[in-house]
C-alpha cells in the first residue's frame, strides 16, 4: 500500500517545500487486455502536506484565513433564517448569534484537533438542529412577551432586542445543555464506538457520499438566486484551480492553495460595483438581499468589541420537549460528524479512524454542545463539510492550518466590525463555493469502494440501495416540512415527533442505517473479504495499525511521553517556575490569586469603559446564575466520587489480597514520610516531574518492568505461602485446638472464588 511522503518525517517540511509527488506505479493483470490497473492506496500520494506535516508560517497563515472564511457561509446562513423566525431582527440579533456562533466554532474546533479526533477538521453550526429549533419557536410564536414580567431580561442590555427572541434563544441554550450529556455519554462510555464497529468498506462508501451529496440544496440551488454571482464565481474557481495553475509552476502554487482566496475577491468586488453602480435600485427584494452587499446590514450593526460570554442571553430554559427534541439532533449530529472525519481522514493522508478515537470525538462534540448552551449558540455543533472539502482542493491536509484558522474565528468574533465584512460576502458566492467542495467530499466516499470487491451483486446491491435512499427519504421529509411547516411523522408527542423527523431528514444518518442494517444482515460472515474486513480491521483497533498512535495520538500522552519535545520542555519549564516563584521567592497562593483577581478586575474595567467610549452598551452580569439543575449534578459527582473512594477503602481493607494490602499501606507510609520532608507544592512540582519521567521509562522499557512486576508479585506470593505455613497455621492450631486451619491463604482462595461468582 502506498503512502503520502510526507508521513516519512513530518517535521522536516516546516522550512522546505513539499517533496516531489510519486504515485503508485499501475500493475497490469495477468490475462488482462486494455490500460493499467491501479492498485488500492491507503492514502492519497498528492497531498502536499499531510495531517502533521507543516507548510510555512505565511503560507498557513492564509491557507487558515481560507477556512475562516469557507465556514462563515454557513454560519450566516443558519442564522438569517433562524433569527427572524425566532422573533430576531437584522439589526442587532443576526450580528450577535453570528458573532457567538464563529467564536463557538472556533473554540470548538481548537479543541476538537487538541483533545478530539484530532483531524483537521472546523467544528461549525449544523443544520441538523434546525427541526428542534423550529419546535421551539413554534412553542413561543403565539406568547405575548411584552406584558410578561417574569421574563427576567433586561431590555437596556439587549436594544432593539425583542423579548421573544431572547426567551426563544434561552429555552435552545436549555436544551443544548441538557441533551449535551447524550453525546458526552453515549462518547466517553465508548458506546459510539462499539457501534461503529458494525460500519465497513461497503457501509462508508455510501455515507461519506451522501455528507456531500446530501447537501446539494445549499449549492446550485442558493446559487441561482443570484446567478450574475455565483454562476461567474463557480466558473471562475473551476478555471483557476485546474486550468490556470498549469500555465507555469509558480502558478501551479498560486492558483492551487489560494484560488478560491482570488476568485471570491474578484467577484465579491464585481457585486460591490453592482451595488453601488444601481444594478439592484429596481430588483424584488429577494434579489436585493442575495445580490446587494449592503444587504446583510452586519457592518452597521455589528458591536465594534463584544466577548461572548456565558449566559449572555439570560439563564437557560428547561423544558422536557425540548430535551427530548434536541437529543434527536444530538444523534444525527453525531452520525454525519462520523461520515465528515472519515473524510477528512483520507484527504488529510491519515489512516481510517479506530473507534476509540470516534469515541473520544463524539464525547467531546458533546462537550462543545454543552458550550454552546453556555455561551448561547442558537444552534449545536457539528463537523464542518465544506471546510473538509477546502482541504481536498488545496492539497493541504495540515492539523496546524485549521488550528491556525481558530485565532481568526475567535478574533473576528471579538472585534465584530472586521468579522462583519467578511460576513457581508454575499451567499450565491459561497453556495458556489460550497458546489465544488461537497462534490469533492462525496467523490472521497467513493474511493472508498477500493478497499472492496467492486464486482460483488451483494456490495452493489447495498450501495445502491444505501445511496438512493439516503437522498429520496430526507428529501421527502424536507419538503413536506417546508410545504406544510411540519415533519411526515406527527403525533400527539411533540418530541417524539422531534427526534425521529430529524433523523429522517439527515442524508448521512438514513445512509448510516439503511447501510448498516443491511451489511450486517444479508450473508455478513460469509463475505468477509468482499466486505473488505480484513483491510479494515487493524485501523479498528487501538494497536491494529503502528500509524494508529501516529495519527491520532492524544495532546497529554504526546507532553508526557515527550512525542513533542517543545511543549513538553515548556510544560516542565512552567511547572519548574511555578515551583521556583513559590517556592524560593516564598509567594504564596493568596498573593498570586490576589493579582489574579486584580487582573481580571482591571481587565473588565478597561472592556466596561471602552464600551462606554465608542457609544456601546456594557456587559451585564446582574442575571448571572448557576441552574438548581447544574449544582444539583455537580453535588450528585461529588457524592459519587466520595462514595467510590470509601468503597475502594473497605476493599483494600477487607476484600484485597495481603500482599496488595500490604503495597498499599506501605504506598501510604511513604508518602506519610516524604510529606514531612517536603511541603505541598514541593509534592506537586516533584509529581509533575516524576509523571513526565516515569511513563517515558515505562514506555522505553515496557517488557522488562512487566517481567520484574511479575517476579516480584509472585516472590510475594510465596513469602505470604511461606508466612502463613509456618507461623499463622501453627498460632491457629495452638489457639483453637486445629480447627479453622488455612490462614491467610485460605482467607485468599477464598476471596477468589467470592470475586469469581460474583463474576458469574
Known amino acids: 500500500m502506498g503512502e503520502t511522503h510526507n508521513h516519512n518525517h513530518n517535521h522536516s517540511h516546516q522550512h522546505h517545500g513539499p517533496p516531489p509527488v510519486v504515485a503508485a506505479p499501475p500493475t497490469s493483470l495477468p490475462g488482462h487486455v486494455g490500460g493499467p490497473v491501479y492498485p488500492p492506496a491507503e492514502q492519497l500520494h498528492q497531498l502536499h502536506f499531510c495531517i502533521h506535516s507543516n507548510p510555512r508560517w505565511p503560507e498557513a497563515v492564509l491557507l487558515a484565513f481560507q477556512h475562516y472564511i469557507v465556514m462563515l457561509g454557513t454560519t450566516v446562513l443558519i442564522a438569517s433564517i433562524i433569527v427572524p423566525l425566532m422573533g430576531g431582527n437584522h439589526v442587532n440579533d443576526k450580528a ?116 456531500g451529496l446530501g447537501l446539494f440544496q445549499r449549492g446550485f440551488p442558493r446559487v441561482a438566486q443570484c446567478v450574475e454571482l455565483g454562476l461567474p464565481m463557480l466558473i471562475l474557481l473551476v478555471v483557476c484551480q485546474q486550468y490556470l495553475r498549469r500555465l507555469h509552476k509558480l502558478a501551479r502554487t498560486l492558483f492551487e492553495r489560494y484560488g478560491l482566496l482570488f476568485c471570491t475577491t474578484i467577484i465579491w468586488a464585481f457585486a460591490a460595483i453592482l451595488t453601488v453602480a444601481g444594478a439592484y435600485n429596481s430588483a424584488r427584494e429577494q434579489t436585493k438581499i442575495s445580490c446587494r452587499t449592503d444587504r446583510s446590514y452586519l457592518i452597521s450593526s455589528a458591536p465594534w468589541i463584544k466577548i461572548p460570554y456565558p449566559f449572555q442571553w439570560g439563564p437557560p430554559i428547561f423544558r422536557a420537549s425540548h430535551v427530548f427534541g434536541m437529543m434527536g439532533a444530538a444523534f444525527v449530529s453525531s452520525a454525519e460528524s462520523t461520515g465528515t472525519y472519515f473524510a477528512a481522514a483520507r484527504l488529510s493522508g491519515a489512516t481510517p479512524p479506530p473507534t476509540h478515537v470516534l469515541s473520544r470525538s463524539i464525547g467531546l462534540q458533546g462537550i462543545s454542545m454543552l458550550l454552546d448552551g453556555l455561551f448561547g449558540a442558537a444552534v449545536g455543533t457539528t463537523a464542518s463539510v465544506e471546510n473538509v472539502g477546502l482541504l481536498g482542493l488545496t492539497h493541504v491536509g495540515s492539523r496546524r492550518v485549521v488550528q491556525i484558522s481558530t485565532a481568526f474565528m475567535i478574533f473576528f468574533s471579538i472585534f465584530g466590525k472586521f468579522g462583519a465584512f467578511f460576513a457581508s460576502i454575499p451567499l450565491p458566492i459561497f453556495a458556489a463555493i460550497y458546489c465544488v467542495l461537497f462534490g469533492i467530499v462525496a467523490a472521497i466516499g467513493i474511493s472508498f469502494i477500493q478497499f472492496t470487491n467492486n464486482n460483488s451483486m451483494r456490495n452493489i446491491y447495498i450501495l445502491g440501495l444505501s445511496l438512493f435512499l439516503g437522498i429520496s427519504i430526507p428529501q421527502y421529509f424536507t419538503q413536506f416540512y417546508d410545504a406544510n411547516g411540519h415533519g411526515p411523522i406527527k403525533t400527539s408527542g411533540g418530541w417524539f415527533n422531534d427526534i425521529f423527523n430529524a433523523i429522517f431528514s439527515s442524508p448521512p444518518t438514513v445512509a448510516l442505517l439503511v447501510g448498516a442494517l443491511l ?242
Open 96 to 211: 450577535r448569534v453570528i458573532q457567538t456562533l464563529v467564536f463557538m466554532g472556533g473554540i470548538n474546533t481548537l479543541l476538537q484537533t487538541c483533545m478530539g479526533a484530532r483531524l483537521p477538521t472546523v467544528m461549525g453550526p449544523s443544520f441538523a438542529f434546525f427541526i428542534p429549533v423550529m419546535s421551539i419557536v413554534k412553542d413561543f410564536s403565539d406568547g405575548t412577551f411584552e406584558s410578561e414580567h417574569d421574563i427576567q431580561v433586561d431590555i437596556d442590555a439587549f436594544p432593539g432586542c425583542l423579548q421573544r427572541f431572547v426567551h426563544t434563544i434561552r429555552a435552545i441554550q436549555g436544551a443544548l445543555i441538557v441533551s449535551s450529556f447524550f453525546n458526552i455519554i453515549f462518547g466517553y462510555s465508548r458506546a459510539w464506538g462499539h457501534c461503529t464497529r458494525f460500519i465497513s468498506p461497503v457501509v462508508v462508501v455510501p455515507v461519506v457520499c451522501v455528507v
Open 519 to 760: 451489511d450486517n444482515t444479508l450473508d455478513a460472515k460469509h463475505t468477509g473479504n468482499d466486505r473488505g474486513i480484513p483491510w479494515w480491521l487493524p485501523f479498528q483497533r487501538r494497536k491494529g495499525d503502528m500509524r494508529n498512535d501516529e495519527f491520532y495520538y492524544n495532546t497529554m500522552s504526546d507532553i508526557i511521553l515527550w512525542r513533542k519535545k517543545k511543549q513538553s520542555f515548556s510544560a516542565l519549564l512552567v511547572a519548574t517556575a511555578t515551583w521556583v516563584v513559590l517556592e524560593l521567592y516564598q509567594f504564596n497562593f493568596l498573593t498570586i490569586t490576589s493579582w489574579a483577581a486584580m487582573a481580571v478586575v482591571s481587565l473588565f474595567f478597561i472592556w466596561g469603559n471602552l464600551c462606554r467610549l465608542f457609544g456601546k452598551e456594557r456587559p451585564s452580569f446582574s442575571d448571572l446564575e448557576i441552574p438548581d439543575e447544574a449544582a444539583q449534578r455537580a453535588a450528585i459527582s461529588v457524592k459519587r466520587w466520595l462514595e467510590s473512594g470509601v468503597r475502594w477503602l473497605f476493599r483494600v481493607g477487607a476484600e484485597s489480597e495481603l500482599y496488595e494490602f500490604a503495597g498499599v499501606m506501605g504506598a501510604l507510609w511513604v508518602l506519610s514520610i516524604v510529606s514531612g520532608w517536603f511541603d505541598f507544592v514541593t509534592i506537586l512540582y516533584t509529581s509533575v516531574v516524576g509523571g513526565m519521567t516515569v511513563p517515558l521509562v515505562y514506555v522505553k522499557y515496557e517488557e522488562r518492568i512487566k517481567r520484574w512486576r511479575d517476579g516480584i508479585r509472585m516472590g510475594g506470593k510465596r513469602v505470604v505461602e511461606r508466612f502463613d505455613e509456618r507461623v499463622v497455621r501453627k498460632v491457629k492450631d495452638k489457639v483453637g485446638g486445629g480447627g479453622g486451619g488455612g490462614g491467610v491463604t485460605t482467607t485468599v482462595v477464598e476471596n477468589k472464588e467470592d470475586k469469581e461468582m460474583k463474576k458469574e
